[in-house]
């Protein structure tokens, strides 16, 4: 069984400052882990993702996560925030082994003011 | 550009009135998915077809149904639609059966009314 908790419904920053949204994950196998963005009416655009190899990801838009085996967490980070940036962020999750759909966190709204 | 591509990106049918939506992909990806998604809330699987082996989730309404003809399309048929049917429609598509090791490809997905 796999299951996924985005830790905050919705996370406000400025322009300009660093961005952290938070995801812990449970799985019975090796996991795989997603980060996908979603705007307003739009579909999902996957930012990230973790199969195996290196722990520090980086992906699109100056995004980047961390797989920690030892925390069972996989937060997104961005350095410093842009207006286009406001969105909603699923936190993914799948097993690498076998047949295995994708498990979805609740989501978390990131507002960004200027 | 290989994409996922979905029409209508709005629809709009009558409580009770049958309503197809469509999916067509580029990618040439044996699996295709589709996923309800209501308002604030996370995407649920409804079904997916593996090549033409179609895969139906345990909690999937009997009201919704799928086609798939083809390779490159998949339809999502709701028979009568009630109020609670109302969401965004989103297609994905993977190369190969669901597994993380296969990334799915969304489409900019159709958001569905009933009136």
């Known amino acids: 069984a796999q299951s996924v908790t985005q830790l905050d419904s919705h996370v406000s920053v400025s322009e300009g400052t660093p961005v952290l949204l938070r995801c812990n994950y449970s799985?019975?196998?090796?996991?795989?882990l997603f980060w996908y963005v979603q705007h307003p009416n739009k579909g999902l655009q996957l930012l990230l993702k973790?199969?195996?190899?290196?722990?520090l990801v980086k992906g699109i838009n100056g995004f980047e996560a961390e797989f920690k085996k030892s925390e069972t967490s996989f937060h997104l980070t961005k350095p410093s925030a842009h207006m286009s940036d406001a969105a909603e962020y699923f936190c993914?999750?799948?097993?690498?082994?076998?047949?295995?759909?994708?498990?979805f966190g609740k989501g978390t709204m990131l507002l960004v003011s200027p | 550009d290989a994409m996922v591509i979905q029409n209508p990106r709005y629809q709009v049918t009558q409580f009770g009135k049958p309503v197809t939506l469509s999916c067509s992909q580029t990618?040439?990806?044996?699996?295709m998915y589709w996923y309800q998604q209501k308002s604030s809330q996370a995407p649920k699987l409804l079904f997916h077809?593996?090549?033409?082996?179609?895969?139906n989730e345990a909690d999937t309404p009997d009201n919704f149904q799928s086609r798939r003809p083809n390779t490159s399309f998949c339809f999502l048929d709701i028979r009568s639609p009630g109020l609670g049917d109302a969401a965004m429609y989103l297609c994905?598509?993977?190369?190969?059966?669901?597994?993380?090791?296969?990334?799915?490809?969304f489409g900019p997905g159709t958001r569905l009314t009933v009136l």
């Open positions: 994905a598509t993977s190369r190969d059966r669901p597994s993380g090791n296969n990334e799915q490809f």
């Open positions: 799985s019975s196998y090796s996991p795989s």
């Open positions: 973790y199969t195996s190899a290196a722990t």
């Open positions: 993914v999750v799948s097993d690498r082994s076998g047949y295995s759909t994708l498990t």
């Open positions: 990618l040439n990806h044996n699996v």
């Open positions: 077809y593996y090549d033409k082996d179609f895969n």
